[in-house]
């Protein structure tokens, strides 16, 4: 049986398992700030939720908006800047 090697993380200076881990398309971040802008008022009847690279959950969000390579998210308490392409799910439901 075949062995696959894996990279050797902490020669690279990385802060994560993976240097090169999986990225989401940026299309899930743009659905998210256009959900934020159309429903601009509306979030007492959605619930928002995006899912990160490094499973990270994001609930309650308020506001999101493109901030060059980055997303800007905002919850109730705390104003998150993500790397646009770690975001790889994103969940909403009306109530």
């Keep these: 049986m075949s062995q ?3 990279p050797a993380v902490a020669g690279t200076g990385a802060t994560t398992v993976w ?9 899930i971040a ?3 700030v256009s959900l934020c802008v159309k429903c601009d008022e509306a979030h007492n009847e959605l619930e ?7 499973g990270t959950k994001i609930k309650d969000i308020t506001d999101a908006r493109k ?3 980055t997303t800007e ?3 109730v308490s705390t104003v998150y800047h ?3 392409t ?6 909403h439901n009306n109530f």
């Design 67 to 69: 901030r060059g390579a």
């Design 86 to 91: 770690d975001i790889c799910r994103l969940i």
């Design 82 to 84: 993500v790397v646009t």
């Design 4 to 6: 696959v090697a894996t």
């Design 19 to 27: 240097t090169h881990g999986p990225q989401g398309p940026p299309e």
């Design 73 to 75: 998210i905002r919850t």
């Design 30 to 32: 743009a659905a998210l």
């Design 48 to 54: 928002i939720c995006v899912h990160l690279t490094d």
